[in-house]
């Protein structure tokens, strides 16, 4: 019999790991909560006519598509198949695709839902998103996303508290990061002043491969890009920025003293800075030239975060988007979002060392069975235990004591309680720690008083 498997690219995850994932999520979930962004849910699965032509035609291949349900060779005919044009097939026999990402379903619920919405609106949705890409290392095809999202308001605000909120996250989960900083209008201004305002999606692309591939492959690039020398070495400046942020923003504003939309990027840069600085933000903001992240619906602030003790990419980012509902015939509406990335920021913490020592065993205390009698004299206990938020099971059946043993040793259960005759006629509990093998004799309320504490 052949033995089951699941799709390549995709994940089983052990009670252990859900512990730890939970973590993750149940500290992003709670800093959403406290900056007023309310949780939404939109289907796995979106008509594809949502999905096609938002993600660029790379995008579009990688989208999982679903068959028809019935006879969907119906619609049909042989010249088709003949013709071998598997995009014009697949538009025939599937209607419904698997999400891509979050924030393409988030614009058509806007507009779909725009009557009930009050602006500005802030929401947050962490679910799974899918992609038929070809897996590898820390590539997945089907992948949780975390998403925050304030749309229908232009202030600037929006990004503080975003910054705010990244900070905060990772201040709770342990890790030691830095927020990257850059505005696409900056990006614009640069393509402009060097003559170059139709290239700035080749320019933004080959400037974020800096420092992967260093600053002669870029040039190299930029070149086979059809960008003249002269532009190229406008542009060395630019590109190699260094200094404080300060400092960063007075060399640009020289720099881009021609371009208005330019200096529209530098100001808003700086207002970010500015009210940054008024709060007690602990990890390390950087305006960071070379960050163009690659999607083409960024307009504003570009933000992306890095984990310092730890060689992974980016563990977060987002940015602001002035029209996210005009694919949708709304437009706009202006928005700015984050994304954290828990698949990675999950394998930092594992790396580092992080998660909590309590995030992974889920029973607080594992009653042993001894019989009949005991069961019935255990269960109301256990009930009490439970109401007073202990997470408590006994074994289900009176098996040896060493089997019963070992389970709470295989399931990290702490505590083990004993009842017996002894125990029951002096209406006391022997409690034994499963790590120091230590055992007192306690009262039901001496109990939960150990076990909440």
Known sequence: ????????????????????????????????????????????????????????????????????????????????????????????????????????????????????????????????V????????????????????????????????????????????????????????????????????????????????????????????????NIPQEAIDKLQPIILLEGTNDNKLTTLKNVLSASRIGLKGVEELEFILNKTNLLNIS????LDLTLARGLNYYTGAIIEVKALDA?????????????????????????????FGADRIYDVLNQLNLFPENSTHATDILFVNFGDKEESYILPLLAQLRSKGICAEIYPEAAKMKKQMSYADSNNIPFVALVGENEMKEGKITLKDMKSGEQVSLSVDELIQKLTH
């Open 1 to 128: 019999m052949q033995k089951p498997s699941i799709p390549k690219g995709t994940r089983d995850f052990s009670p252990e790991e859900m512990a730890k994932r939970n973590y993750i999520f149940d500290t992003i979930k709670e800093v959403y909560r406290l900056y007023g962004f309310r949780q939404i849910e939109t289907p796995a699965m979106e008509n594809l006519s949502t999905l096609m032509g938002k993600y660029g035609e790379e995008g579009d291949k990688l989208l999982f598509k679903i068959l028809n349900s019935g006879d969907f060779l119906s619609s049909m005919n042989t010249d088709d198949i003949v013709e071998g044009n598997s995009a014009k097939t697949a538009n025939k026999i599937s209607e419904k695709g698997l999400r891509y990402d979050l924030t393409v379903p988030f614009a058509r619920y806007v507009v779909m839902h725009r009557n009930e919405i009050s602006f500005p609106f802030k929401r947050f949705q962490i679910q799974p």
């Open 311 to 339: 060689e992974i990419g980016s563990i977060t980012g987002g940015g602001r988007y002035d029209n996210l509902t005009g694919i949708f015939g709304l437009s706009g509406v202006s928005g700015v979002g984050i994304s």
């Open 283 to 286: 990890c390390d903001l950087e």
């Open 130 to 225: 899918w992609r038929a890409d070809r897996p590898q290392k820390g590539r997945y095809r089907e992948f949780f996303q975390c998403d925050a999202d304030v749309v229908g308001s232009d202030s600037l605000l929006n990004e503080v508290e975003l910054v705010q909120i990244i900070d905060e996250v990772f201040r709770r989960l342990n890790i030691r990061v830095s927020i990257k900083l850059n505005n696409r209008k900056i990006l614009s201004g640069i393509a402009e002043i060097i003559g170059e305002a139709d290239k700035i999606t080749d320019i933004t692309v080959a400037i974020d491969k800096l420092d992967k591939i260093g600053l002669g492959k870029v040039n190299e690039e930029l070149i086979s890009k």
